[in-house]
């Protein structure tokens, strides 16, 4: 494979799209179970140390695994990419984990998944697209049911709260280098480079914000079993599984779908972590999910009734040139 790629190439699809869908909905149910596995080890080891951990175990399984595959399709532009994925998903990632140590998991994951309504006004940046006032009622009603979900009885926000609203943000531009970056790269090598990335920034800052985690902490069988869970399916397939749908699915579907995350999280927290759920709370959960659902059903509908080819991702003219200088610079 050459050094230089075209990112606008068409991307042919071995696998009916039934599959995709299926592989990004178990995922988002891996990811809603994290929130209840790893909020013991973040408090105990430290967001940051859990994040370097997870990414840097699961890069070394995925090479070892496929180190002959990656050998023969690494090249600069993969690199690239994985590089530029890799720094917002420790940011992501990163600030959802620091997020979940001042809140409880199902605040956390349903306040955390409001990237689906940020990511239009984070590609209105990117590519000067406006959004459309869907977007805006939708943002004004999620706004809402954030209120309702993170306001105290005082009325204050805790700080847990804030920062897990900042990760819907933070993982809205992940979505976005994915797809101006990813093109036709090779999924396998660009999320290894990814999570080599997020991983060793993790490892960094954990160093100084918490110091060397305990070596008690992080041989207790109580910490092995959360960070096996996290690493092989919260991160080597449920990772590998988000990068391979969104080069096959519509950026519409891949945020709807990926909003079942929060669903997840908070169903497996009332039935593990024993959460006391309020009619305000789930009051807010209805809106926020609401506003994610009516955000996205434009996009579905007009994917409907002027459909794409399914054996193609075709990008609009003028972001096709976008793209292109993306790609070569």
Not at 245 to 250: M, P, R, S
């Amino acid at each position: 494979m050459s050094d230089t790629l075209d990112c606008t190439q068409p991307v042919r699809r071995a696998l009916p799209l039934w599959v995709y869908r299926t592989a990004l909905i178990a995922a988002t149910m891996i990811w809603g179970g994290n929130f209840v596995v790893a909020k013991p080890i973040v408090e105990s080891l430290g967001s940051f140390w859990v994040i370097g951990i997870r990414f840097i175990c699961a890069a070394t399984i995925m090479l070892v695994l496929s180190f002959n595959h990656v050998c023969r399709h690494i090249n600069r532009q993969a690199i690239k990419a994985g590089v530029v994925i890799g720094l917002f998903a420790f940011l992501g990632f990163g600030s959802q984990f620091l997020g979940l140590e001042g809140t409880t998991p199902s605040r956390n994951a349903f306040l955390s998944a409001c990237y689906c309504i940020t990511t239009p006004f984070l590609w209105w940046l990117v590519a000067h697209k406006r959004p459309t006032k869907r977007n805006m009622v939708c943002a004004l009603i999620c706004v809402v049911g954030i209120g309702l979900v993170s306001l105290q009885d005082e009325m204050g926000m805790s700080w847990g709260d804030g920062v897990s609203v900042l990760s819907a943000f933070l993982y809205g531009g992940e979505i976005i280098a994915i797809a101006l970056f990813m093109g036709t790269n090779d999924v396998l090598v660009v999320t290894i480079v990814e999570l080599i990335v997020a991983g060793i920034l993790g490892c960094v800052t954990g160093v100084f914000v918490s110091g060397l985690p305990s070596v008690e902490t992080l041989t207790s069988p109580d910490t092995i079993w959360r960070l096996a869970y996290v690493v092989v399916l919260g991160t080597c397939f449920a990772s590998t599984a988000q990068n391979t749908a969104q080069k096959h699915l519509q950026p519409a579907e891949i945020g709807l779908l990926c909003s079942l995350e929060s669903v997840f999280g908070t169903l497996f927290s009332m039935l593990f972590y024993n959460e006391a759920i309020t009619v305000r709370m789930l009051s807010g959960f209805a809106l926020i999910f609401a506003a994610i659902a009516a955000s996205e059903f434009r996009g579905r509908r007009r994917m409907k009734s002027d459909p794409m080819p399914e054996e193609s991702m075709e990008i609009e003219p003028e972001e096709k040139v976008r793209v292109e200088k993306a790609c070569e610079s």
